[in-house]
């Protein structure tokens, strides 16, 4: 019911930008939390940065003053723009959003609403050195 696409990866050198979009679609009723994760060949899933509905965030201390994080709620849509990249910096970052959907079951059942925690597909960032 529900997914998210990311874009905006790809090439570039030490010291360039790139900017990071996540649209989510389906039947949403509410995001909550939308952010940021990235994960490098042999290491764990880590958390880059968040953004809350209200537009509160925070970030992982070894991107703090080179990222922003920000996200359009009338197009839940997040992004990341990534500036100062280094070379450690290369990995799959994936979109991550906490979702509401409302679902309706068969009566006489009311309608409910769900939670789901929605990732996209990730999209690769490689900064060459």
């Known amino acids: 019911q529900v997914q998210l696409v990311e874009s905006g990866g790809g090439l570039v050198q030490a010291g360039g930008s790139l900017r990071l979009s996540c649209a989510a679609s389906?039947?949403?009723?509410?995001?909550?939390?939308m952010g940021w994760y990235r994960q490098a060949p042999g290491k764990q899933r880590e958390l880059v940065a968040a953004v809350t509905s209200g537009g509160n965030t925070n970030y992982a201390d070894y991107v703090k003053g080179r990222f922003t994080i920000s996200r359009d709620n009338a197009k839940n849509t997040v992004y990341l723009q990534m500036n100062s990249l280094k070379p450690e910096d290369t990995a799959v970052y994936y979109c991550n959003a906490d979702i509401i959907v409302v679902v309706t079951p068969a009566l006489p059942h009311p309608a409910l609403p769900l939670p789901l925690d929605a990732w996209g597909q990730g999209t690769l960032v490689t900064v060459s050195s």
């Open positions: 389906g039947n949403i009723f509410n995001i909550n939390g």
